[in-house]
């Protein structure tokens, strides 16, 4: 049995080519990572070689010390990720000190992890540690519709959280919590991992100005669902905003109140006071 037959391996795989074919992966935009658990370490020991050598990840994570990542490759297509998963996707080792990382599997013909590893890293770092353990899947991606919006709202967490709420009656449900949002910063290095993975502390969706979305969740279904949820709301707001720019009604603040109540969620009062437009 070879190692891509694991169920999270092939999960992995398939959320890809979801993530695909709705358009939120051209060429080799967006990236992905899963935090391995002990028992997938323990099926997959046999395939992995330890002979590469340590690289530095641009950031420190401590607490990732000795974790194993399945991650997507720098400059690889996500288009073909199922047909060629060991060319495209590698498993990852971090040293003792949480510095390094080496591949153990994968790439098989040569690359590196996803140029935005700080930002995997820090951003399961954060989880690790305020989900107790329960957070292992960080997903971007560049779907069109949140990013469009980035050129027209003001880019505030309550002005993106409320907005998204409005748009669909599921939204507070999905993510009573709310949105964080990043300026246009450049992207694969330290600072805007810095930026994410402070925002990752308070939210599970963090947007990046007129470039894409990073979803955290506990698993594969839970953190693209959440991406999904929040693309579809995001295109609800592109037709509003193109009809018309004024709402003749809406999801109101009172409305927000009684839906949390029954669904036993918290709205942060923030996001509750603010109305946009
Ligand atoms: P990588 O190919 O290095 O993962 O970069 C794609 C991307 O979306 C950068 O933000
Ligand atoms: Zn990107």
Partial sequence: MSLIKEEFIREFIDIANEGYRKGWHERNGGNFSYRLKS???????????????????GVSVPNLKGEYFLVTGSGKYFRNIPRKPEENIAVIEIDSTGDNYRIVWGLSKGGRPT?????????????????????????????????????????????????LWEMATECPVVFPEGIGVVDWMVPGGRDIAVATSRLMEKYNV?????HGIFASGQDFDETFGLVETVEKSAEILVKV???SNEKRQTITTENLRDLAKDFNVALPDEFLKRQCF
């Avoid at 919006?149 to 993106?160: N, Q």
Wanted: proline share 5%; glycine share 0%; aromatic share 10%.
């Fill in 39 to 57: 028992k997938d370490i323990e099926c997959i020991k046999p395939y992995l070689t330890y002979d590469k050598p340590f690289n530095k990840i």
């Fill in 115 to 163: 140029s935005e590893l700080p930002t995997h890293l820090m951003n399961h770092s954060v989880k690790k540690d305020i989900t107790q353990n329960k957070h292992r899947v960080i997903y971007h991606c560049h779907p069109a519709n949140i990013i469009a919006l980035t050129f027209v709202l003001s880019l505030e967490d309550a002005v993106f959280t409320r907005e």
């Fill in 206 to 210: 963090v947007i990046w100005a007129h």
């Fill in 241 to 243: 905003l193109s009809m």
